[in-house]
């Protein structure tokens, strides 16, 4: 199961659905279906809801409902039940099939403006795929997950620089280049697709290109 057809806005780096009302359909077609405990599902509820939350009547009402939907899928992949738990959580008590849905939550928390609780479940993501890149035989997923998670958390720290007074976002700003360029070595380095490549790529220039204008 996948998301619609979308592309990434260069400015903002959130996703933009190609047909809305058809995104709108795909999301009620999903939220009749009678299990609510399919990862498929969820894995793609969690990311329509937020990004059909600016389209809606009431947006934090999709975000809530997409985060209670995140930290049920979280839970159902073996992760911290709740922000308490992460908040104490080792990266080796992390399955890795948890790394993805943490970072789905992430970008939630992310668009909800609470970066704090969204920074320490990147941090979160990031721990576990090196933990099990080193200490499992699930590499070469590790380090897929690994660049997943660097891109995403960039673009967190992305969002942040946007959030803030010019004089404060430069050192946002070069976080996330940093994160954008780590993430776009790794990306090469396995053989990405290129469309993956391609999209660290823009992530990374629109960062330059803000610190370009605040003169940095």
């Given at each position: 199961?996948?998301?619609?057809?979308?592309y990434?806005?260069?400015?903002?780096l959130?996703?933009?659905?190609?047909?809305v009302?058809?995104?709108r359909?795909?999301?009620?077609?999903l939220?009749?279906?009678?299990?609510?405990d399919?990862?498929d599902v969820?894995?793609?509820?969690?990311?329509?809801?937020?990004?059909?939350?600016?389209?809606a009547?009431?947006p934090?009402?999709?975000?809530a409902?997409?985060?209670?939907?995140?930290w049920?899928?979280?839970?159902?992949?073996?992760?911290p039940a709740?922000d308490?738990?992460?908040?104490?959580?080792n990266?080796?008590?992390?399955?890795?099939?948890?790394?993805?849905p943490?970072?789905?939550?992430a970008?939630?928390?992310q668009w909800?403006h609470?970066?704090?609780?969204a920074?320490?479940?990147?941090?979160?993501?990031?721990?576990?795929t090196?933990?099990?890149g080193?200490?499992?035989a699930?590499v070469?997923?590790a380090?897929?997950?690994?660049?997943r998670?660097?891109?995403?958390?960039?673009?967190?720290r992305y969002?942040?620089?946007?959030?803030v007074?010019?004089?404060?976002?430069?050192?946002?700003?070069g976080?996330?280049?940093a994160?954008?360029?780590?993430?776009?070595?790794?990306?090469?380095?396995?053989?990405?697709v290129?469309?993956?490549?391609e999209?660290?790529r823009?992530?990374?220039?629109?960062a330059?290109?803000?610190?370009?204008?605040?003169?940095?």
């Open positions: 199961m996948e998301l619609p057809a979308h990434v806005d260069p400015v903002s959130h996703e933009v659905f190609d047909d009302p058809a995104a359909a795909y999301l009620d077609e939220a009749g279906r009678p299990s609510g399919d990862p969820l894995a793609v509820q969690v990311p329509l809801l937020r990004v059909l939350a600016p389209e009547d009431e934090e009402e999709h975000l409902e997409a985060e209670r939907l995140g049920h899928a979280v839970n159902l992949a073996g992760g709740d308490t738990a992460a908040a104490h959580a990266a080796d008590e992390v399955p890795l099939g948890a790394v993805a943490l970072l789905r939550l970008h939630v928390l909800r609470r970066f704090a609780e920074d320490l479940l990147f941090g979160l993501a990031l721990e576990a090196r933990y099990h080193e200490h499992t699930s070469e997923r380090r897929r997950l690994e660049y998670t660097l891109h995403d958390w960039g673009r967190c969002e942040q620089a946007l959030e007074h010019a004089d404060q976002a430069r050192p946002y700003l976080e996330a280049l994160l954008f360029e780590r993430a776009l070595e790794l990306r090469v380095e396995v053989g990405a290129p469309h993956e490549v999209a660290v823009r992530a990374a220039q629109a330059r290109d803000r610190l370009a204008e605040l003169g940095a």
